[in-house]
């Protein structure tokens, strides 16, 4: 006569319970990463740069910031434009100052080329959680990486102003012992934002108890 299984287990609980009698070592059990925004509330990839020469990241999987961080930059940009071209026309015609033609003019080209590249610039961000680790991108010609270990990270922020609220957005602000390793991760939804700090917290907390 055989001995049927409790129904109360199942065979993967089983195995752990034979591993851990056996003397195996128990591995510590994190909280899944979460998988960044929603379907359609974030770019489907990153985008890289066109060369053979880029850098690749072993582990993990890039996630996305949203795109409506394009469109508060565009906005917040677009107004500090539009703010340029009527302090140059008013300064040129009232008050007659001819030099002012050159500053506007070139805050003017600074503004529009900007405006020009950012929905490329925000295409081109993302962060990959690894098993240590978190790593953060961004930029297409000057590329920066900035990998942060978890038992590092001392303060974890999330931020977000007017428009951000508006577009329900925000920013998340992880800093480490050493300030140039701070990480601002921009365009997250507020969910996302709100989830991804708390799984930080968690992973953190028991990297640096060493847990």
């Known amino acids: 006569m055989t001995n049927s299984p409790d129904p109360g287990t199942t065979p993967d609980s089983s195995r752990a319970s034979r591993a ?14 979460p998988a960044g925004a929603a379907d359609g509330e974030s770019f489907d990839r990153v985008v890289e740069p066109k060369s053979e020469n880029r850098l690749v990241l072993e582990g993990g999987v890039w996630h996305q910031i949203s795109p409506k961080y394009v469109t508060v930059q565009l906005i917040s940009h677009g107004s500090f434009l539009a703010i340029v071209v009527v302090a140059t026309l008013l300064m040129a015609l009232l008050l007659h100052l001819q030099w002012v033609w050159i500053v506007g003019g070139v805050l003017a080209v600074i503004q529009i080329w900007t405006l020009a590249i950012l929905p490329r610039q925000a295409r081109a ?8 680790d978190l790593v953060f991108r961004r ?11 978890y038992g590092r990270m001392q303060l974890i922020d999330i931020t977000h102003g007017p428009l951000d609220r508006g577009f329900g957005i925000a920013q998340l602000k992880f800093v480490t012992a050493a300030a140039a390793t701070g990480v601002v991760i921009p365009g ?22 060493g847990l």
Do not use: C, K, M, N
Request: no cysteine; proline share 7%.
């Open 20 to 33: 851990t009698d056996a003397g195996a070592p128990a591995r510590d059990v994190l909280p899944a990463p």
């Open 125 to 132: 961000i993302g962060y990959r959680l690894r098993e240590d």
């Open 139 to 149: 930029g297409i010609l000057w590329q920066r990486f900035v990998a942060v270990p």
């Open 188 to 209: 997250l939804t507020q969910s996302t934002a709100e989830t991804l700090r708390d799984h930080l917290i968690e992973v953190a907390e028991s990297r640096r108890t």
